[in-house]
């Protein structure tokens, strides 16, 4: 399986921005997948989560309200839908997958990642 983030842009503090990662596989439905977000000199911190059949979901504190994961398995992908944003959400952000929906917390734990889309939001 292999990992295609998308979506990324500039957008002003308080509007939003659609997040995709599309697979390449089926067998992506197999896996719990995240989304991550890198700031400059700063380590790549969890952002959301979502299990293989979407039933659960998990959230870091600072977004919780604001963004929502989902995905479609028909279509392989899943979404990060960010609304409100602010400029300290400003960073790249990474999809990755796991096959334990638990493991997909500490991004040294996973293997499988897209590449990164850039997120800036201005003041």
């Known amino acids: 399986v292999q990992l295609q983030a998308s979506g990324g842009g500039l957008v002003q503090a308080g509007g939003s921005l659609r997040l995709s990662c599309a697979a390449s596989d089926r067998a992506f439905s197999d896996y719990a997948a995240g989304w991550f977000r890198q700031a400059p000199g700063k380590e790549r911190d969890f952002v959301a989560r979502?299990?293989?059949?979407?039933?659960?979901?998990y959230y870091r504190d600072s977004v919780k309200g604001r963004f929502t994961i989902s995905r479609d398995n028909a279509k392989n992908t899943v979404y990060l839908q960010m609304n409100n944003l602010k400029p300290e959400d400003t960073a790249v952000y990474y999809c990755?997958?796991?096959?334990?929906?638990?493991?997909?917390?500490?991004?040294?734990?996973?293997?499988?990642w897209g590449q990164g889309t850039q997120v800036t939001v201005s003041s």
């Open positions: 990755a997958a796991d096959f334990d929906y638990n493991r997909v917390i500490l991004a040294s734990n996973l293997g499988l």
């Open positions: 979502i299990s293989q059949r979407g039933g659960l979901t």
